[in-house]
């Protein structure tokens, strides 16, 4: 029995692909003194990875090359000499992309895979579905009538954001990539309307989307999306702003022309990211875990199956090829 | 004797020049019953003037063509069929480009000669002071021992965000256009350093001035050096944004590179304008008063003589050829 990794084995300029991870082989870890070691049943694959590659300064340590790839799992203790983590407990670790990781329990939560999927721990009821709720609360501070939109409305984050703006008494408005997840956002996930981005003239389905206005964008894309929602924002609108997916291979797609629109409505942007506000996960993590259970906040996933896999799943995720959470199955 | 009034003759369509503007004459008006007539002494001259000629939306009512131009004056009262406003008053109204101006006490306050000098209720103890005040305390939130940069330095905001920034205990940066400003800066106001845009190499002047980045940008231009800005800011720092003079005559030199900044570094953006919190004028007021009665809040003044030049001077404030608050004496 091995452990296998995928490492970070050359630094992207602009696209990313396979060429620049390397999967290897190694010992299964075992447990020192005080620590445990978690074999992944899934692992997270998330746009903010892609910043983790650049050797530039960003809101997070960036990962090393030759090292193990970041990245958050779920799974089964199956070794500890820890006595707050027994063998058989269910977790959420960030052990990265690899099949068994040690931990001395730093930054690792119990997880009751019995109330909700285990898989849920990575998406709704995890690290994108507090984003969600951080960003919506904290910095969107919406009020039933207003109107919210969420770009990748489909993805782990923007499908949760919609849905607890539903709850809230908002209009909820998508903005995804194509017919089929468009669809999904309004039919299944219950926003009341979805723009495709894809389809042209984005300027003309905001307005017809958006009737009143918009009150509050919450921002995962940034670029030439976040430039046409500035035509659209009311006065005293707010943008919690938490990816630049566009911009991800370059940043200079992410040039903003409506700056004026800032002063003429007093907008309130801003930048965050959900590990500032950690006093917030607990509260966010009761409330989207009963809200899962209850049915009232739905999730699709996109599972690659095996280690091996990853690469590929990520390179598509910042495609916009998933569908909902993109995850990498290991069990 | 007559009234002189400046109207709004035509609206730009880029830079403003004195064609746009129409000197008449009419007759002195008299006070309707809970009127008063107010003698104006100083015409006060503020970029955000530019933007109510355009006939765009902004975040308040355009000028009106053919009326008098809007705007902020002191005077005294020289007619009164109001119980609240007596002959012989000072007061702060917002009589517009005239000599004479009647109103009903909305919007106007009574004034106090003696304890600073009137003009100064157009400046430091009035909007532009204010606009410091609640751009500085409620948005940028200063810390003492953080870094405080504000462009246009040396104008009517910029003075006092400066000062105040450093009676809060903060390093105070300003950036201003020229030697002669940013000596003045310096040397009389009391920041601790001064860049001068002009002078090229913005970004390196930058980094010297901020040794410890920037925690607070309050920004009364935006365009380029709001740009240069977002390479110099620390995590979690503020950008009170209250004006964009460099983009008033064509909106697309606002457009923003930079916009990472704002994810990498968790920005928070607030648009404003210091009507939005008419609430915070009276302590905003009281404190700005004290300090210039106490010297230490000090404001230099570029005051242009008669009504007839009022174009004139607001066209130099427009391209920075004022030094401090711009005013027209009246008497």
Not at 45 to 59: E, F
Not at 201 to 217: E, F, M, S, V, W
């Amino acid at each position: 029995m091995k452990n296998r990794q995928i490492l970070l084995a050359a630094r992207p300029s602009g696209a990313v692909d396979e060429s620049h991870f390397k999967l290897v082989e190694s010992d299964i870890p075992r447990a020192g003194d005080g620590e445990f070691v978690v074999r992944a049943h899934y692992l997270s694959l998330d746009p903010y990875m892609r910043g983790r590659m650049d050797d530039a300064k960003s809101y997070a340590a960036k990962a090393e090359l030759n090292d193990v790839m970041v990245g958050a799992a779920v799974g089964e203790v199956i070794e500890s000499r820890n006595d707050k983590f027994r063998v058989g407990d269910f977790v959420q670790t960030r052990s990265g992309w690899q099949e068994y990781g040690v931990s001395d329990g730093s930054g690792v939560r119990k997880v009751d895979a019995n109330h909700v999927p285990l898989s849920a721990y990575l998406g709704a009821v995890g690290m994108p579905g507090v984003t969600a709720w951080i960003g919506l609360n904290e910095h969107g501070k919406p009020k039933a009538g207003e109107t919210v939109v969420v770009s990748a409305a489909s993805g782990a984050v923007g499908s949760a954001v919609g849905q607890l703006a539903k709850l809230k008494g908002c209009r909820a408005v998508g903005i995804a990539g194509g017919k089929a997840k468009c669809d999904y956002v309004v039919n299944e996930l219950g926003f009341d309307a979805c723009v495709d981005y894809k389809a042209g003239n984005l300027d003309a389905a905001l307005a017809t989307a958006c009737p009143k206005g918009i009150d509050i964008y919450f921002d995962n894309v940034g670029g030439a999306i976040l430039d046409a929602v500035l035509n659209h924002v009311n006065a005293f609108s707010r943008i919690p702003l938490c990816g630049q997916i566009s911009g991800y291979n370059d940043p200079s797609v992410l040039a903003i022309k409506n700056m004026r629109s800032f002063l003429v409505n007093r907008i309130a942007l801003r930048g965050f990211i959900v590990s500032d506000h950690m006093d917030l996960w607990r509260p966010a993590l009761a409330e989207l875990a009963q809200l899962v259970h209850d049915g009232k906040l739905k999730y699709r996933e996109t599972i690659a199956q095996g280690l091996e896999n990853a690469p590929k799943a990520f390179i598509g995720l910042l495609k916009g090829a998933n569908f909902g959470k993109q995850l990498v199955k290991l069990i």
